[in-house]
């Protein structure tokens, strides 16, 4: 955080966490402030892969911000949507669908989820710079500084040291990702603040309690700031969902598409949705904190087939090299579909839809 005398802001005051016995995850917990040495990342490289290649998500402690910058961040969050009118909400609203880009407001309503429901989400997206590539409501203008310095800490202290132990678990150079993910390149990666507000009985029941499909990332990495609001599920590998636990100012870390695309499916994207939260924590809103990381716009996302790893356990693609798609198509395509386009339904569980030639899962 910045050192100077922070800006005076409403204080966002959370759910306490639930007291409920649930079926949590067994997530692996990464201790980051180990990568800072040669010596650490051999020691945590080969744990990422395994957590990568069996859970898809992991923890992550000792990123570099305390309990307090963690309160400050959430304060942050709440911002866009607490404190910004709904007719300043509508001015800085994404035109998702035409442009393939998440910057500004996703209002609320936006994504049919089931039965001719529509989600109860808001979120607002910041370009990573920040300043240079859109502009942001009155609310947010004082506090512009800390979201860069939020934005580069993601960036610099979380997100290229698991670019650099991904590699190392793949037996590659370790910077080959790190060099792909530029903060002042040409690309999406973004900061991105959330709020689910609590649903009617009638939209619980229409979606069977689910608030967002089963689905993957499209990204690179995703960083989530955990929060104390159980919502968020995985679905393990013996097929079934399981809660993500709320660890005080952790991080919850998991892979997306371009990752496994990258990586030749060695890292998968994992499927995760959003759910209804236990009985002691209903009625209560809950907002987000993310880092949602993407490659340049120009990289082609095709295995790095010259991995040692790769050439003994083999390649899965999902499409062939030469139909493969930059980063910038494959984005902007799965944006515009996501919660817009009509699924095929494949069985009870699973429909699907085909996105520049590649098959899209959604987990219902």
Known sequence: ????????????????????????????????????????????????????????????????????????????ADLPFAHVPEYEKKLFAGNIKQTGSYRGYKLRQYWHIENGIRDQLEHYNLHRSIYEQQKHPKALQPVLPEIRAFAEHNHYKVLHPILRLLARGMELPEDVFVNIHGFESKGETYVRFMKYYPRSEEEECKTKNVWLKGHTDFGTITILWSQPVSALQILSPDGKWRWAKHIPN????????????????????????????????????????????????NVRLVPFAESPVLQRVGIMRRCDDADALTMEQWRRARTSAYGQSELKRKDEVVEEEVINGVVVKHYN
């Open 250 to 297: 952790a991080l919850v870390v998991n892979a997306g598409d371009a990752m496994e695309f990258l990586s030749g499916g060695f890292y998968k994207a994992t499927i995760h949705r959003v759910f209804q939260p236990p009985a002691d924590q209903r009625g209560h809103t809950r907002v987000g904190a993310f880092y949602f990381a993407m490659t340049d716009d």
């Open 1 to 76: 955080m910045p050192a100077t005398t922070l800006p005076s802001i409403p204080h966002y005051v959370p759910a306490p966490p639930t007291r409920e016995e649930l079926e949590w995850a067994d997530l692996p917990i990464i201790d980051i402030l180990k990568a800072r040495t040669a010596e650490g990342r051999a020691e945590l490289a080969p744990r990422v892969r395994d957590a990568m290649c069996s859970h898809g998500f992991f923890y992550v402690i000792n990123h570099g911000y305390d309990a307090a910058d963690n309160e400050r961040i959430f304060d942050i």
